[in-house]
């Protein structure tokens, strides 16, 4: 088991920052990689980044490429998301997740957090 616990949301003007956290606890030996997702009020949750935790190699959705950073501390077990120049429409329920190697199998996303919130007025 793998324990994924958020913190950093919040109220933002547009064009501000903010930086989330995600901390994990339990088997995070296990842990192959980890990402960031979003659900907005009334639309499916979406991948936003993801960071390979042997490596460091990042991938982003298009919409927050260049203005997003993933980024880990392995030391700490904790994945970061900074997040420059936002915008109104990155408001939504921020959720972490991961992905585990087990017997050899990468799992899909089967670890998740319980969401921070994150509003970005105009």
């Known amino acids: 088991q793998v324990q994924l616990d958020e913190s950093g949301g919040g109220l933002v003007q547009a064009g501000g920052s903010l930086r989330l956290s995600c901390a994990a606890s339990?088997?995070?030996?296990?842990?192959?990689?980890m990402g960031w997702f979003r659900q907005a009020p009334g639309k499916e949750r979406e991948p936003v980044a993801a960071?390979?935790?042997?490596?460091?190699?990042?991938t982003y959705a298009d919409s927050v490429k260049g203005r997003f950073t993933i980024s880990r501390d392995n030391a700490k077990n904790t994945v970061y998301l900074q997040m420059n120049s936002l915008k109104p429409e990155d408001t939504a329920v921020y959720y972490c997740?991961?992905?585990?190697?087990?017997?050899?199998?990468?799992?899909?996303?089967?670890?998740w957090g319980q969401g921070t919130q994150v509003t970005v007025s105009s």
């Open positions: 997740a991961a992905k585990i190697l087990s017997k050899g199998v990468i799992t899909e996303y089967a670890y």
């Open positions: 339990g088997r995070t030996f296990s842990v192959y990689a």
């Open positions: 960071i390979i935790w042997s490596g460091g190699s990042t």
